[in-house]
Structure formats: structure tokens, C-alpha cells
């Protein structure tokens, strides 16, 4: 399996700790900045909402079980702690400058810096 980055996010949180567990449940802002191979991938882009795809690098990739009460498995979680780190956030855009590659978005919880492996347009907004 091979899978690389299309870009990065920026955002106001340094850790995956000081992000919320869910983005959709607040309102910080960030940048999804495509990079120049994945430039064509935004064209014609005009949706409300988009699922980004991204690898949280930094997680621990050897939790199974969350310490809470009572114990859970990670995936029944939407932790970025496990053994494969793919997480998906869905996010309101609030700007699309193909020009620049870059997608603003209300509602994320990645840490700066994470990978964007794909950005997906909802269902809402997915035109076939």
C-alpha cells in the first residue's frame, strides 16, 4: 500500500491533544494548502462542506484501548491514537483560492502541520 500527502493543514493547535475531539463541534479555523502536483485536483471545486483526509503523524500508533471509564477500544473512538492514524474531519469551507491551492475551513481539529491524504466533497455537496 502506498499513500502520499497531497498537501498539509495549518491550524491553531500544536499538539493532537490541544485540538478538540471533534472539529464539527467548534468553530477554529484552518488552511488546507493542496500541494503544486495535486494543483488540478481543485478545479471546479465549490462545495460548502468537505471531509479532509489526513494521517495524524504524531499520534501513538500502539494505543488499543482508551483509559477511560469504562475502557474502550480505539475503534469505537474517533482518537487519532492508533495503529493506523487516518482520521476525517468534515469542515464548512469558507474559501477556495485555486490560484494560491489552498482551501480555508471552519471546524477542524488537526494538529499543524498533519498530512492531508485526500479532501473529499460531502455527500451534501458531491456533484457526480
Known amino acids: 500500500m502506498q499513500c502520499d500527502p497531497i498537501g498539509t493543514v495549518s491550524t491553531p493547535f500544536e499538539t493532537t491533544s490541544d485540538a478538540p475531539s471533534q472539529g464539527c463541534h467548534g468553530d ?3 488552511v ?5 502536483a495535486y494543483a488540478a485536483g481543485l478545479s471546479g471545486f465549490d462545495a460548502d462542506t468537505v471531509v479532509v483526509v489526513w494521517w495524524a503523524d504524531r499520534a ?3 494505543v488499543l484501548t482508551l483509559d477511560r471509564d469504562p475502557a474502550r477500544g480505539v475503534f469505537t473512538s474517533r482518537s487519532p491514537a492508533r495503529p493506523n492514524p487516518v482520521c476525517l474531519t468534515e469542515c464548512r469551507v ?3 483560492d485555486v490560484e494560491s491551492r489552498t482551501l480555508r475551513l471552519r471546524g ?3 494538529a499543524d502541520g498533519s498530512p492531508v491524504i485526500d479532501l473529499k466533497a460531502s ?5 457526480e
Open 28 to 30: 477554529a479555523e484552518g
Open 32 to 36: 488546507v494548502r493542496v500541494d503544486e
Open 60 to 62: 501513538d500508533r500502539s
Open 94 to 96: 469558507t474559501d477556495v
Open 108 to 110: 477542524v481539529d488537526m
Open 123 to 127: 455527500l451534501a455537496d458531491r456533484h
